[in-house]
T-cell receptor, first 115, second 112 residues
Framework: KAGVTQTPRYLIKTRGQQVTLSCSPISGHRSVSWYQQTPGQGLQFLFEYFSETQRNKGNFPGRFSGRQFSNSRSEMNVSTLELGDSALYLC??????????????FGPGTRLTVL | GNSVTQMEGPVTLSEEAFLTINCTYTATGYPSLFWYVQYPGEGLQLLLKATKADDKGSNKGFEATYRKETTSFHLEKGSVQVSDSAVYFCALSVRVAQKLVFGQGTRLTINP
């Protein structure tokens, strides 16, 4: 069974640009969550989508947005990039949403560098 | 709010040494607890989990017991290997909120 896949693996952008990251969950998983990992702030929750609806949102500015498609694939978008947006962006999928016992499985991440 | 505190790293041990990485949590309700591991250049892999008090999660020689009375979920391994070198994250999730709250991570280095 294929794991969570994320594309692209690496991205280099300049300040002010926008970027779109993609995540394909494990087959049969309907929930997709996004996390940002930085050396200073660690791992922080961005948002979660289930059945094409945003269910939870972390404490990030509106420049960070996402969506989920009917096949459960998800994209996240960051507009007007800032240097501080440089990070590893991780996607995780799980079968359901809101079940604390449900395990989230992570993809390899997309490394975004903003110059 | 919900939070996780891990022991400060980095931790350096010799091969076959005993490992303990401390993790304590603060949560409303009854969280599930997880240990994830991150190898260089990779995403997070689930190492083990426990969903209720007194549960013991185990995998690949690692163990952790959900202690409600001390709000702890310490990771242990009896004999570490060089291949265990990685960053370890303790995390929790609470019901009705499908999001993980992570500790700051502990970098483990095992020397041969």
């Amino acid at each position: 069974k294929a794991g969570v896949t994320q594309t692209p693996r690496y991205l280099i952008k300049t300040r002010g640009q926008q970027v779109t990251l993609s995540c394909s969950p494990i087959s049969g998983h309907r929930s997709v969550s996004w996390y940002q990992q930085t050396p200073g702030q660690g791992l922080q929750f961005l948002f979660e989508y289930f059945s094409e609806t945003q269910r939870n949102k972390g404490n990030f500015p509106g420049r960070f947005s996402g969506r989920q498609f009917s096949n459960s694939r998800s994209e996240m978008n960051v507009s007007t990039l800032e240097l501080g947006d440089s990070a590893l962006y991780l996607c995780a999928s799980s079968r359901t949403s809101g079940g604390a016992t449900d395990t989230q499985y992570f993809g390899p991440g997309t490394r975004l560098t903003v110059l | 709010g919900n939070s996780v505190t891990q022991m400060e790293g980095p931790v350096t041990l010799s091969e076959e040494a005993f490992l303990t990485i401390n993790c304590t949590y603060t949560a409303t309700g009854y969280p599930s607890l997880f240990w994830y591991v991150q190898y260089p250049g990779e995403g997070l892999q689930l190492l083990l989990k426990a969903t209720k008090a007194d549960d013991k999660g185990s995998n690949k020689g690692f163990e952790a017991t959900y202690r409600k009375e001390t709000t702890s979920f310490h990771l242990e391994k009896g004999s570490v290997q060089v291949s265990d070198s990685a960053v370890y994250f303790c995390a929790l999730s609470v019901r009705v909120a499908q999001k993980l709250v992570f500790g700051q991570g502990t970098r483990l280095t095992i020397n041969p």
